[in-house]
């Protein structure tokens, strides 16, 4: 069987473009994933991720790229990433089930000499506790002298134009020196700059600092927000006065609520690290609890809204612009959008969305209706909600013929008709 340079276990948001820049430059690529629709859609020339074009995935598979169900692929492979999802269960605690499925295929056909490199995102000592013992005991081999083992986060940003896996600094910690070097080595094959650690727990604190620092200053700006309004303070203003700060201070801006599978998962993993340490991680918890009220707090201010025409919740046709958890792609994960819309249903609303990246839109079993024409929808509806500025949305439209309008992302112009969060 031919040899292949990389592996990819686990091809999506951030397994894919791994195999994209690795294929671009030059390393013979496989892809392996549990879902067959995946591979499917692959091999048929069929792109399910935002980030990547069917053109880019026609050129990967020019390069020799091939997905597959078929794990034996890991035998001759020379390195292995795995690109799993961590997500949290229903007690809030991490779920690795699927780094622990991926780590027993990765024993069962361990060769010499192999790096193996977690990039998925986990608390810190993951690789040392969990994944070095499973990888030893199955296989017989031992780490930093049979074969490599490393940990490099991912820092993958969905949708975003300017910074992509190549030109975006990999953090790499190894659990020696030898592995952290030969993880830098393959790395630096495909990535502009490397960023060696001392070991693979700082690696792994380093992906769980960068979304924590991100989760407690939004916190910041979404409980200002509350109360600015009361104090009849524009607090959007004041935020842009204050960037012009050229240093000690970063923008950020409040919102409906966090999405997506970073902020509101990730800084969960490290409570959860610190809780076994006898003490709760009072920031990150309390910064939880703020973000999490944030759709509550946007359905209070459409009943204010509503409130002030003389009209109730209850029989009001109530219409969400954005359904995703961020601007210009089909992400749904953890989108404050369904809570804002599950406690909207409760109330009684006629509830409706437009959102051109999601053809199809759910709440608790019920098919939500999909506007297709921007301008219709915002002049019937009683009460628009702008929860995502998808850059296909005409906000002059949205701001002229509107008759009520929550702007939640402070991109429309205030007055009569428009209020921002």
Known sequence: MTPVDLTVIGLGYVGMPLVKEAAAGGLRV???????????????????????????????LSSGFTATLDPSVLARSQTIVICVPTPLDEDRRPDLSAVEGAIDAVAERLQRGTLVVLESTTWPGTTDQLVRPLLERRSGLVAGRDFHLAYSP???????????????????????????????????????????????????????????????????????????????????????????????????????????????????????????????????????????????????????????ERKAVNGSRVLLLGVTYKPDIADQRETPAVPVAEALLELGAELSYCDPHVPAWEIEGRTIPRAEDLAEAVEAADVTVLLQQHSIFDLDVVENRARLVLDTRGVLATGERVERL
């Open 30 to 60: 496989a892809g392996l994933d549990v879902d067959p629709r995946k591979v499917e859609a692959i091999s048929a020339g069929r792109s399910y991720i935002d980030d990547i074009t069917d053109a880019d995935l026609d050129a990967m």
């Open 154 to 308: 991912e820092r993958i940003d969905p949708g975003n134009l300017k910074y992509g896996l190549r030109n975006t600094p990999k953090v790499v910690g190894g659990h020696t020196i030898a592995c952290r070097d030969r993880a830098v080595a393959f790395y630096s094959r495909f990535v502009e700059r490397v960023v060696p650690v001392s070991g693979t727990r700082e690696a792994e604190m380093a992906k769980l600092l960068e979304n924590t620092y991100r989760h407690v200053n939004i916190a910041l700006v979404n409980e200002m927000a509350i109360f600015c309004d009361e104090l009849d303070v524009n607090l959007w203003e004041a935020i842009e006065a204050a960037s012009t700060k050229p240093f000690g201070f970063q923008k950020f801006l409040p919102g409906p609520g966090v999405g997506g599978h970073c902020i509101p998962v990730d800084p969960s993993y490290l409570s959860y690290t610190v809780r076994k340490l006898g003490y709760p991680f009072r920031f990150v918890e309390l910064a939880q609890e703020i973000n999490e009220r944030m759709p509550a707090y946007v359905v209070a201010r459409v009943q204010r809204l509503l409130n002030r």
